[in-house]
Structure formats: C-alpha cells, structure tokens
C-alpha cells in the first residue's frame, strides 16, 4: 500500500509518498510560494531531484504539480494515480470535535472549517489541501485526517483550563489544546519500543524543540499536561514567539506604543523570542554561533531557553510524580548537543546523567540513549517522524482497524 501524506500551510504544500511494506518514502517535495510566485521542490527515495519556479495560483494547482511530479518521466516513482491507496492530512486543530484521526466526510471537512477562528491561517489552509486532493485524486481514494491537537485530549480538565470567567469557555471553546502531538505521540512510542517496555508503565517528558516548540508530559502513554496552549504561542521562548509571559507586559506594551492587537500580535508573534533577545536571528544556530563569538545578548537567548527548557522539566517531573525518561526531538532537540547537556547537568539532582560524548555524537539523524549507564533517568534523542504517524492511522483506518 502506498500512501501520500500532505501537511498543507497557508502558502506551502509538502508531501510524501510512503510505501507502507517497508515504510519507506518513495518522494517527497515541497510546494512553496503559493499565491505569490511559486516554487516546486521533488526528490525520489534513490536520490533523483527536481526543481523549478512555477506559479501555483492555489491550492488545487499546487497538487497538479505534485501529481505530475510523482507521475513524471525522469522524476517519477508511479506509473498511475491508482498506486495512491489512500491520502492522509495533517491538521493542526481539532479542537474538541477530534479526539482521534479519522476519514474525510463532508461533515469532517466542515468540522475543520468550523475551527478555522482557533487556527485561521493552518486550518483554512488544511480544508483547501482537502479539497485539492479531492478534486484531483476525486472521491473514491479515500482520505484521512490526523490532527496535532489529538494526542493532547486526555489532558484533564485542571491542566487544560485556564481560570478567566468559565463563560468564555463555554462560548468560544477557550481553553488548553496543545500542539506538536503527532511529534509527542511518535516520540513517546519509540521511547519505550527503545526502553523494551510497555508505554502504559512509563511516565516520559517529550520536549519538541525547534523553531516552534512544546514540552509535554505523558503518563502511560496519556498526555497529562503539554506547554502550548490555546495556540502555538504559549510555553517556552521559541524563534520568534514569546512563550508565556505576564498578560500584562502585552497590555502595557500596547498602552505605551499604541499599538492595536494585531500589532501586538505580530510582536508577540514574529518579533519576540531568540529574535527580539538576541537582535541577531530567529535560528538557533545562528543564535549559538554569534553567543560563541562573545555576542551578550545572544549568550542571553540561549540562557533563557536552556533556563525555560529546565522549568518544565522540572515541572513536569513534579506533575508525573516521577520521570523515568526525556526525550529531545525536532531541530533543536536533535542537533543542539549543548543545550540538552546544560539542562540535563541542572537535573544532576534527579538522577539525570549524560554521556558526553554520545550526547556530541547524537546528531544530524542518529537515534538513541544519550544518558550515562549510572542515570537514574533515561534520556533520549528520537529524530520524529510526523509523516509516518500519519501514514500509519491512515492505513489502520482505510483498513477498517
């Protein structure tokens, strides 16, 4: 069975065909640019790339591309549309409508619409992606929906209410939902198959460290708390978000600069963060290099996210009653030895203990247990694997499991 898994955003398609014998990717691209000018990236799982600037109108003119890419002479991995068993979306909110993946209805599609005002610029997105794939694809390939907000529905209800008026709650579904779940979920289920051990006997913190970022804790396998909240803004310092902060400085701020709340949106949004400390970038690494260099403010970004990574670690580990592994993952997560050996040394008082070399050595793709044999804590970096989670619920589900 080959399966195509489509995360679209709200000017970019990216796709992967996965043949599900062995789960390996056939192809993978990126559709960029749409609405402005246009550009298509294609790669095939035996190395062949294709490149080029196209103008993509829409959504539905960006599947025509990838449809043609998959089917092209030279770059191709399928002779016909009908290898395309099956297509599987990732959607970033279901709010509380979606508590699990599930296959694409019109009712499911209007249900994703109905939450566009939690997720204006992703969900609209997803539901034009949907639609796309319908429209080229048409109805009898069946499609599946898998959304980030999922993994995070067991959280109770003290850890996902926030205590403003239970009004507002009730009107316009404010409230915790949490993000990067299909990240946790892959994560967390490869650190136990890594542990040899049953998932519903561990309590694991997942930290998702990137250019957007989510901590979470999971209690046997059920997310307990996770540090997005009512969107992706939430939790630690990331590239150019805030994280949390004193609801306050954004009302002072905006009073002293008279700015209106999409000016303070976009601060908060696409100013804050590594960017607005450091004054250099908004990338880690670049951030990482100018601090080597003897840059302060930048020394004083990453300070800031190591300190932020360790409170909920810390946290979490008090919520959980116990941690018996961590796990770093995403670009950060994966390729920053640095950071994960700084707030691992600040947890030396819980047990946790790194191998220093490993740690160095785990990097650009490795997987594996970066703590020491004495650790009274497993620690982990897991590479995630979004898109395979997705193809997988989406074959569970065509398949009638």
């Known amino acids: 069975m080959k399966i195509l898994v489509i995360n679209a955003g ?31 990236k294609h790669k095939t799982g035996d190395g062949r790339e294709y490149e080029t600037d196209v103008v993509m109108n829409n959504h539905t003119e960006a599947f025509v591309q990838i449809k043609n890419a998959l089917l092209d002479e030279n770059y191709g991995v399928i002779k016909n549309l009908s290898e395309v068993s099956a ?41 034009q992606g949907i639609r796309a794939c319908l429209e080229v694809f048409g109805k009898d390939v069946p499609e599946v929906v898998v959304f980030d907000t999922a993994f995070h529905s067991t959280m109770p209800q003290k850890a996902f209410m926030y205590p403003v008026p239970y009004e507002y709650y009730e009107k316009y579904a404010v409230r915790r939902y949490g993000f990067h779940g299909t990240s946790h979920r892959y994560v967390s289920q490869r650190c136990a198959d890594l542990m040899g051990k049953d998932i519903k006997d561990l309590k694991i913190i997942t930290c998702h460290l990137g250019n957007g970022s989510s901590i979470t804790a999971i209690d046997g396998g059920k997310v307990v708390d996770t540090s997005m909240g009512l969107t992706p803004l939430d939790g630690i310092m990331m590239g150019t978000r805030t994280g949390a902060l004193d609801p306050s400085v954004v ?23 590594l960017l607005g ?23 004083l970004a990453i300070d800031i996210l190591e300190y932020e990574i360790l409170k909920y670690i810390g946290s979490y580990t008090a919520v959980l009653g116990g941690v018996d592994a961590i796990v770093f993952t995403a670009g950060i997560g994966e390729n920053q030895y640095t950071h994960r ?61």
């Open 10 to 40: 709200s000017s970019s398609m990216k796709y992967q065909l996965i043949d599900m014998t062995d789960e390996s990717v056939i192809a993978k691209g990126n559709c960029e640019r749409i609405g402005v000018d246009g550009h298509f």
């Open 87 to 127: 297509i599987g979306h990732r959607i970033v909110q279901g709010g509380s409508l979606f508590s699990e993946s599930t296959i694409v209805t019109e009712d499911v599609i209007k249900g994703i619409e109905s939450l566009i005002p939690l997720a204006p610029l992703h969900n609209a997105a997803h539901v």
């Open 251 to 273: 009302t002072f701020i905006a009073e002293k600069e008279h700015f209106s709340p999409t000016d303070m949106d976009t601060v908060l949004n696409k100013k804050s963060g």
């Open 277 to 299: 400390i450091s004054g250099v970038s908004s990338d880690d690494r670049d951030v990482t290099a100018a601090a080597e260099s003897g840059n302060e403010r930048a020394q």
């Open 341 to 401: 050996e700084n707030v691992c040394k600040k947890l030396a008082f819980a047990g946790v203990k790194v191998d220093e070399e490993v740690n160095k050595k785990s990097i650009r793709g490795v997987e594996g247990r970066i703590s020491a044999p004495d650790s009274k804590v497993d620690v982990f970096v897991i590479p995630t694997n979004e898109e395979l989670v997705i193809a997988r619920d989406t074959m569970k589900l065509v398949q009638g499991d």
